[in-house]
């Protein structure tokens, strides 16, 4: 499948998470072709910091596959992934990285790390496998921003 048909999933399970009380946000993990796991953030219904819907894919790969190396796999997600997410990917060996939304269609770019891009931040990061790490954004990049929109305040609902 291209690139924008596991977008559209992140964007389904971003639109899940919204129903359910989180922040639209998705991700889904694919392994030989097809997605192994998803997350949506759960930051707001669990009170907690660290749910954000790559982690929580993340999480739900490992536990699936038991294995704390995800090598081979790919993840997608609606939104760049954060400092936090992308250091998460590269404990878990993920080498590879496709996204939406920049932060700065979304949620502003003076969050969390300044001028933020986890494009750039990808070249730094180290890998168990050897491998360097690849993260390309701006699939589908309109309709991952679109699911943002209305969201005017990130510290409380
Ligand atoms: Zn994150």
Redesign the pocket.
């Known amino acids: 499948m291209p690139h924008e048909d596991y977008i559209k999933e992140a964007i389904n399970v971003a639109k899940e998470a919204e129903q359910n009380g989180g922040i639209a946000i998705g991700a889904v993990m694919v392994k030989d072709g097809k997605v192994i796991a998803k997350g949506g953030s759960t930051v707001w219904v669990d009170k907690d910091p660290s749910g954000?819907g790559?982690?929580n894919c993340i999480r739900e790969a490992c536990k699936k596959l038991s294995t704390t190396d995800l090598n081979g796999c790919t993840l997608y997600g609606t939104l760049e992934?954060?400092g936090?997410?992308l250091s998460a990917s590269a404990w878990a060996n993920l080498s590879e990285i496709y996204f939406g939304a920049y932060r700065e269609d979304a949620i502003g770019n003076n969050y969390e790390i300044n001028e933020w891009s986890a494009e750039k931040a990808s070249k730094n990061m180290r890998l168990f496998s050897g491998k360097s790490m690849k993260v390309n954004g701006g699939i589908l990049r309109e309709e991952c921003a679109d699911l943002l929109k209305g969201y005017t305040n990130w510290e409380k609902q």
């Open positions: 954000h790559e982690s992934p954060c936090m997410c």
